[in-house]
């Protein structure tokens, strides 16, 4: 067994209108060290469940199961910790903070993780000359930085945001739900090499897609199919493009 | 003396300063107190607000004598020592009492050219805006006002800016003041007015005291007066302030007031358009916790056509405490293409803490905006969630939030100078009620080019 990422058994379920709904039935994924796993599966198979329950939101009880990251029980730390530890989540849905400044946003997440991992905080210089090689990385203008946090940004910019983030805290491990929907075709570019920057052998990203484009760039080692709350079928990248041919009946037929 | 009894509160803890004062004017605001009484709950503009801390003691006049060094201490503390607000021009009270040897010029500092200043006491003389007949407060203020500033600014001048600082310095004898404040700007004349109110902490405990001030405000044809308000009174004050704005055409009041302090406070604005195309803007925010009360209350009057006014306030309450917006707009008949908006935002952080609001739209003109709204709710899950997955812990994901919430009110404040002593006061309150920055001189605004 793989010390990396270890899903095993994993059931969660939320709580809707008083009534319990049980979303992820039985998880099983492994993700070694300095591997490109992808997940796709149709609408509301529970791929952003999985990813909000391994970032650490409250809202989804998990009932069985466990998740080891690490070598750490990853289900019993706090997201920050978890953050703390090298999990990233690209929100398929990136969250808008009116008020609250990009760019001292991004400075106070930075220093939180550092300080957290026991690295020296940026000051201001510091962290303004990071910042500002990470958005010319990412062809990203400036002028965000200074803008609440996607408060009024366009859907892609969103997305860059979230890379940018990425790109700043330096992940071991990156789940990116969807971080590609509704991206031109030169962010989704930038997107891809924004994770691909980050390739190491201590690096792991879970890319979550609908769309066979990202994978392109990605070149996954992996690919899982997720239905009804379950990872059904594995394979290579080759899945992926069958998967852009035929969509999915054939698993759903096997999951049933 | 009275035949029939008050229907409000009773009288009793000023009693002994209200027999045998002859002045008429301040005889007739005794009158008036007997025969309403103080504000009782069934008042309708007291329903939510209540006197109760006032009963069961005696307020006494404050002696004219203090300690230096705690006052020292406390306009150190409150006023930054450097930039605008240092060089600005300041007149300082001490328990109600102009304290000329801590204000311009004893301090260094000139009074804007172009303003006249004068003591209250110097010659007392109520201003016709201000009306006892209606407020009692007012009433118990022009029975028992002793001192005060007034200013006034000639027409045409630019005065730029001057801090009006009120420090009580209670021991422990419960005491009262009652200043009289007035601010009057000749036509075309600006003046921003930055008031501050604190307490030193010399006795021991909570000292018990009422400060009760009140302001008019007298803005002539285009002249511009910004009021900037901080109000952090210590534990076991109560801060009852009225505030009385005549807007003559093209001019405009702009003020903003931001309530931290006290067991009890009200700041209640009467704001009057009375030319066409005035402005007012009745902006503030209130951060409380413990049992704190605090009130904003306004009345605006549109008699005017083409006036604007402008109300933002945002209130955040935790632990038991309890927040209260009344605002009323009135639009006379006359007052056509009158734009006004009232919004009232709460953002509620323990289960325990309350708002109360009240909005009150009076329209007899029939071609008019007027919009109002409110919002009630705690901290968005998904905000503070997203702030941890990021790395940010919860407490100081807390923090970010609830100031973030607050600046974005503050930011309708636009003088440096005056922002800066909101954004102090505001800093020291988050970290006493909300939690500190995790990192030191990491406070918003702080990234720049
Ligand atoms: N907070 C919630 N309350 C009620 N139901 C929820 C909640 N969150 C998720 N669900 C339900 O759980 C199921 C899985 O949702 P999830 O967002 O994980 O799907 P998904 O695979 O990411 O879909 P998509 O491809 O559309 O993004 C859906 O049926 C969804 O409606
Ligand atoms: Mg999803």
């Given at each position: 067994?793989s010390?990396?990422?270890?899903?095993?058994?994993?059931?969660?379920?939320?709580?809707?209108?008083?009534?319990p709904?049980?979303?992820?039935?039985?998880?099983?994924?492994?993700?070694?060290?300095?591997?490109?796993?992808?997940?796709?599966?149709?609408?509301?198979?529970?791929?952003?469940?999985l990813s909000?329950?391994?970032?650490?939101?409250?809202?989804?009880?998990?009932?069985?199961?466990?998740?080891?990251?690490?070598?750490?029980?990853?289900?019993?730390?706090?997201?920050?910790?978890?953050?703390?530890?090298?999990?990233?989540?690209?929100?398929?849905?990136?969250?808008?903070?009116?008020?609250?400044?990009?760019?001292?946003f991004?400075?106070?997440?930075?220093?939180?993780?550092?300080?957290?991992r026991?690295?020296?905080?940026?000051d201001?210089?510091?962290?303004l000359?990071?910042?500002?090689?990470?958005?010319?990385k990412?062809?990203?203008?400036?002028?965000?930085?200074?803008?609440?946090?996607n408060?009024?940004?366009?859907?892609?910019?969103?997305?860059?945001?979230?890379?940018?983030?990425?790109?700043?805290?330096?992940?071991?491990?990156?789940?990116?739900?969807?971080?590609d929907s509704?991206?031109?075709?030169?962010?989704?570019?930038?997107?891809?090499?924004?994770?691909?920057?980050?390739?190491?052998?201590?690096?792991s990203?879970?890319?979550?897609?609908?769309?066979?484009?990202l994978?392109?760039?990605?070149?996954?080692?992996?690919?899982?199919?997720?239905?009804?709350?379950?990872?059904?079928?594995?394979?290579?990248?080759?899945?992926?493009?069958?998967?852009?041919?035929?969509?999915?009946?054939?698993?759903?037929?096997?999951?049933? | 003396?009275?035949?029939?009894?008050?229907?409000?509160?009773?009288?009793?803890?000023?009693?002994?300063?209200?027999?045998?004062?002859?002045?008429?004017?301040?005889?007739?605001?005794?009158?008036?107190?007997?025969?309403?009484?103080?504000?009782?709950p069934?008042?309708?503009?007291?329903?939510?607000?209540?006197?109760?801390?006032?009963?069961?003691?005696?307020?006494r006049?404050?002696?004219?004598?203090?300690?230096?060094?705690?006052?020292?201490?406390?306009?150190?503390?409150?006023?930054?020592?450097?930039?605008l607000?240092?060089?600005?021009?300041r007149?300082v009270?001490?328990?109600?009492?102009?304290?000329p040897?801590?204000?311009?010029?004893?301090?260094?500092?000139?009074?804007?050219?172009?303003?006249?200043?004068?003591?209250?006491?110097?010659?007392?003389?109520?201003?016709?805006l201000?009306?006892?007949?209606?407020e009692?407060?007012?009433?118990?203020?022009?029975?028992?006002?002793?001192?005060?500033?007034?200013?006034?600014?000639?027409?045409?001048?630019?005065?730029?800016?001057?801090?009006?600082?009120?420090?009580?310095?209670?021991?422990?004898?419960?005491?009262?003041?009652?200043?009289?404040?007035?601010?009057?700007?000749?036509?075309?004349?600006?003046?921003?007015?930055?008031?501050?109110?604190?307490?030193?902490?010399?006795?021991?405990g909570?000292a018990?005291?009422f400060?009760?001030?009140?302001?008019?405000?007298?803005?002539?044809?285009?002249?511009?007066?910004?009021?900037?308000?901080?109000?952090?009174?210590?534990?076991?004050?109560?801060?009852?302030?009225t505030?009385?704005?005549?807007?003559?055409?093209?001019?405009?009041?702009?003020?903003?007031?931001?309530g931290?302090?006290s067991?009890?406070?009200?700041?209640?604005?009467?704001?009057?358009?009375?030319?066409?195309?005035?402005?007012?803007?009745?902006?503030?925010?209130?951060?409380?916790?413990?049992?704190?009360?605090?009130?904003i209350t306004?009345?605006?009057?549109?008699?005017a056509?083409?006036?604007?006014?402008?109300?933002t306030?945002?209130?955040?309450?935790?632990?038991?405490?309890?927040?209260?917006?009344?605002?009323?707009?009135?639009?006379?008949?006359?007052?056509?293409?009158?734009?006004?908006?009232?919004?009232?935002?709460?953002?509620?952080l323990?289960?325990?803490?309350?708002?109360?609001?009240k909005?009150?739209?009076?329209?007899?003109?029939?071609?008019?905006?007027?919009?109002?709204?409110?919002?009630?709710?705690?901290?968005?899950?998904?905000?503070?969630?997203?702030?941890?997955s990021?790395?940010?812990?919860?407490?100081?994901?807390?923090?970010?939030?609830?100031?973030?919430?607050?600046?974005?009110?503050?930011?309708?404040?636009?003088?440096?100078?005056?922002?800066?002593?909101?954004?102090?006061?505001?800093?020291?309150?988050?970290?006493?009620?909300?939690?500190?920055?995790?990192?030191?001189?990491?406070?918003?605004?702080?990234?720049?080019?």
């Amino acid at each position: 067994m793989s010390d990396f990422l270890n899903i095993s058994g994993l059931h969660a379920r939320i709580d809707a209108d008083g009534a319990p709904k049980e979303i992820l039935r039985g998880v099983d994924l492994v993700i070694p060290p300095g591997e490109v796993h992808a997940i796709m599966g149709p609408n509301g198979s529970g791929k952003s469940t999985l990813s909000y329950v391994l970032a650490g939101r409250e809202d989804y009880e998990v009932t069985s199961g466990a998740v080891s990251f690490k070598g750490q029980d990853l289900l019993a730390m706090e997201p920050e910790e978890r953050a703390a530890a090298g999990v990233f989540l690209a929100f398929q849905a990136p969250i808008e903070l009116p008020g609250v400044n990009n760019a001292n946003f991004l400075r106070t997440a930075v220093n939180a993780v550092r300080r957290a991992r026991g690295d020296a905080e940026l000051d201001a210089v510091g962290f303004l000359k990071t910042v500002r090689a990470a958005t010319k990385k990412l062809s990203m203008s400036d002028e965000m930085l200074k803008r609440n946090v996607n408060v009024g940004f366009s859907g892609g910019e969103k997305k860059r945001n979230e890379v940018l983030q990425m790109t700043m805290l330096q992940p071991s491990l990156a789940i990116l739900d969807e971080t590609d929907s509704g991206l031109d075709v030169d962010a989704l570019r930038i997107v891809a090499d924004g994770v691909n920057a980050l390739r190491s052998p201590t690096f792991s990203a879970l890319v979550i897609t609908h769309h066979q484009r990202l994978l392109d760039y990605l070149n996954p080692d992996r690919v899982h199919v997720m239905a009804r709350g379950r990872i059904v079928h594995s394979g290579g990248a080759e899945l992926a493009k069958e998967i852009d041919v035929q969509g999915y009946a054939s698993f759903l037929a096997e999951a049933a | 003396m009275n035949a029939i009894a008050p229907v409000g509160r009773s009288l009793a803890p000023f009693e002994a300063r209200l027999d045998g004062i002859e002045d008429p004017i301040r005889h007739a605001a005794v009158g008036e107190l007997r025969r309403v009484g103080l504000p009782g709950p069934r008042v309708e503009a007291w329903r939510y607000t209540h006197l109760r801390p006032l009963a069961g003691h005696e307020f006494r006049e404050a002696a004219a004598s203090f300690d230096a060094d705690p006052v020292g201490r406390a306009l150190d503390e409150s006023l930054p020592r450097d930039g605008l607000l240092a060089s600005t021009p300041r007149l300082v009270l001490v328990n109600g009492r102009f304290a000329p040897e801590l204000s311009s010029p004893a301090n260094g500092v000139a009074l804007p050219e172009g303003v006249t200043f004068e003591r209250f006491s110097a010659s007392p003389e109520f201003d016709a805006l201000a009306t006892p007949e209606r407020e009692p407060l007012v009433a118990l203020n022009t029975a028992l006002a002793t001192d005060g500033v007034r200013l006034s600014v000639a027409e045409g001048v630019a005065a730029e800016r001057i801090v009006l600082v009120s420090v009580a310095c209670a021991g422990d004898e419960a005491v009262s003041f009652h200043p009289r404040h007035s601010v009057s700007l000749g036509a075309g004349a600006s003046l921003e007015l930055i008031e501050l109110a604190v307490s030193s902490g010399s006795g021991a405990g909570a000292a018990t005291y009422f400060h009760n001030p009140v302001l008019t405000c007298d803005v002539r044809e285009g002249a511009k007066l910004t009021h900037v308000k901080v109000q952090k009174e210590a534990a076991g004050a109560t801060h009852l302030a009225t505030v009385y704005a005549n807007i003559a055409a093209r001019g405009a009041y702009d003020s903003f007031t931001l309530g931290l302090g006290s067991d009890l406070a009200r700041h209640e604005v009467h704001a009057r358009l009375s030319g066409a195309k005035a402005a007012v803007h009745v902006n503030g925010a209130q951060l409380l916790g413990e049992k704190q009360v605090g009130d904003i209350t306004s009345v605006i009057t549109h008699a005017a056509p083409d006036c604007i006014s402008r109300q933002t306030i945002r209130n955040v309450l935790t632990d038991h405490a309890r927040g209260v917006f009344q605002g009323k707009v009135h639009v006379h008949q006359i007052a056509q293409k009158t734009d006004g908006y009232q919004m009232n935002q709460a953002l509620l952080l323990s289960p325990h803490a309350e708002i109360d609001a009240k909005p009150e739209l009076e329209i007899y003109a029939d071609d008019v905006k007027c919009s109002h709204g409110a919002t009630v709710g705690a901290l968005d899950d998904e905000q503070l969630f997203y702030l941890r997955s990021r790395g940010v812990p919860e407490a100081q994901a807390r923090r970010i939030l609830v100031e973030a919430f607050l600046l974005e009110v503050l930011d309708l404040h636009e003088d440096e100078a005056g922002r800066a002593l909101l954004d102090t006061a505001l800093g020291a309150a988050l970290s006493l009620r909300i939690g500190r920055e995790q990192v030191p001189g990491q406070a918003a605004g702080e990234v720049s080019e």
